[in-house]
């Protein structure tokens, strides 16, 4: 976490992110007083590209004032998860309530059923899937403007089939019915009214090439990763920039009596 830094590096990082500073963050240094929010208020989010391989991109001090619990599924759908989820946010006042949640699907519900019969959940089912985990999550207490659906990213075919070779199997996905996908999880969104990154959309406007987004034609690879960020993390800000504070900037820590400072309200 941010407390883990230099004294004079504002900078902080979770994982082990490789860039020197998070795409569409502020530049280190013109942070002002870094609000790090009350320490139950969790971040928590369901992706398999952004902390694939443990590397998330580097985070502003307000990013990493913000537990990560990391619910990372790899291969999951949209039907184990709805099952799974209430074992993971359950309902009642818990005081480690999230203040952002977001469900990343998609690309593994959009395997073509003939090739990929187990990961693969029809399109209507997938819609409803990602419905009902917004409508558990709001009967948890966790309101609709805490969350994010984001929709799955392009799929590069060349590279995913050669994936699909060594692996002794055939091509298993397409891009065109990934974007069926996708387009469905921005439908649930806006009929849902929260909150959507259209990775799909996204990564292809103005038809730009978006192989580098992906490490083997699927998954992000690290340039994915801070494309995704920069898109994402605006849409966390705003929902954690608010939240009231639980220990003192660096800075305002008392020297003679630290205990002042780190056992009171935080004001000292």
């Not at 709805?82 to 480690?96: A, F, M, T, V, W």
């Not at 403007?145 to 990213?153: C, F, Q, Y």
């Not at 891009?175 to 069926?180: F, L």
Request: include cysteine.
């Amino acid at each position: 976490m941010a407390g883990s830094q230099p004294a004079g590096d504002r900078r902080a990082t979770v994982g082990s992110g490789t860039s020197p500073t998070s795409a569409g963050g502020p530049a280190p240094g013109r942070w002002p007083r870094p609000a790090y929010p009350a320490w139950p208020r969790l971040l928590a989010g369901w992706q398999y590209g952004v902390v694939r391989g443990g590397k998330w991109p580097q985070l502003s001090p307000l990013a990493a004032g913000v537990a990560l619990r990391g619910l990372h599924h790899p291969g999951y759908n949209t039907r184990w998860a709805k099952i799974i989820l209430p074992r993971l946010i359950s309902k009642g006042n818990s005081p480690d309530s999230p203040v952002a949640v977001t469900i990343f699907f998609g690309a593994n519900d959009s395997a073509l059923k003939d090739e990929n019969p187990k990961q693969h959940v029809p399109l209507a089912e997938y819609a409803e899937n990602l419905s009902s985990m917004v409508r558990y999550l709001r009967s948890a207490g966790v309101p609709g403007s805490r969350l994010v659906l984001i929709a799955p990213p392009p799929l590069c075919e060349d590279a995913w089939e050669q994936e699909c070779r060594l692996q002794g199997s055939k091509l298993n996905r397409l891009n065109s019915v990934v974007g069926e996908y996708a387009g469905a999880c921005v439908q649930v969104a806006r009929d849902c009214g929260i909150d959507v990154l259209d990775l799909w959309t996204l990564m292809q406007e103005d038809t730009q090439d978006f192989s580098a987004y992906l490490s083997d034609g699927l998954h992000l690879s690290p340039k994915g990763n801070e494309f995704l960020f920069s898109h994402l993390w605006p849409l966390i800000e705003k929902k954690v920039s608010s939240l009231p504070l639980l220990l003192p900037y660096w800075r305002d820590v008392a020297e003679a009596k630290p205990e002042l400072s780190l056992l009171g309200d935080g004001d000292h």
